[in-house]
């Protein structure tokens, strides 16, 4: 790992098109000390093979990028087009994953704001959270709503 005074972390959308294994492996061999998993690479077969893989490998999860991380459809991960059927989906990936990833953050955002309209996305997307986080404590991890760059408003995000 690093000697570096902070902690040195990749996210895996970084490191497309290498596979899940590969990045654990190429992190660690570059000094990586932490990883943000995306959901999207891991293969729902072998969840439990793939999460011992990142313990015995030493790396720190630092976050998790759900595969249905936004409320609202976004140009990323446009289905399943309904809030409801989206924050479903979010909460399957918080009851698999988490108990693998103990004290880390599960990244959210809005979406695409319906018909242009940011406030309702911003209510909505509040309210979810708010359904959500009681479910994210009980399992040991935290909720958060990244900022994403200005371009992507409109595509990804409200905000």
């Known amino acids: 790992?690093?000697?570096l005074p902070f902690s040195f972390g990749m996210n895996e959308f970084t490191t497309q098109p290498w596979s899940f294994?590969?990045?654990?492996t190429r992190y660690c061999a570059l000094d990586v000390d932490a990883i943000e998993i995306c959901e999207a690479k891991l293969d729902?077969?072998?969840i439990e093979e793939q999460m011992r893989l990142?313990?015995?490998s030493g790396l720190t999860v630092s976050a998790?990028?759900?595969a249905v991380r936004t409320f609202f459809g976004s140009a990323m991960?446009?289905?399943p087009g309904a809030p409801e059927a989206r924050v479903e989906r979010l909460t399957?990936?918080?009851k698999i994953l988490?108990?693998?990833v103990p004290g880390s953050v599960f990244v959210t955002n809005t979406g695409a704001p319906p018909k242009g309209n940011m406030r309702r996305t911003m209510d909505e997307t509040v309210r979810f959270l708010r359904a959500l986080c009681p479910l994210a404590d009980d399992l040991g991890v935290s909720l958060s709503l990244e900022p994403l760059n200005p371009t992507s408003v409109n595509t990804e995000s409200a905000i």
């Open 54 to 56: 990142v313990r015995e």
């Open 77 to 79: 991960v446009p289905e």
């Open 64 to 66: 998790v990028q759900p």
């Open 21 to 24: 294994e590969e990045d654990v």
């Open 1 to 3: 790992m690093t000697t």
């Open 98 to 100: 988490a108990p693998h």
């Open 44 to 46: 729902p077969n072998r």
């Open 92 to 94: 399957r990936s918080l």
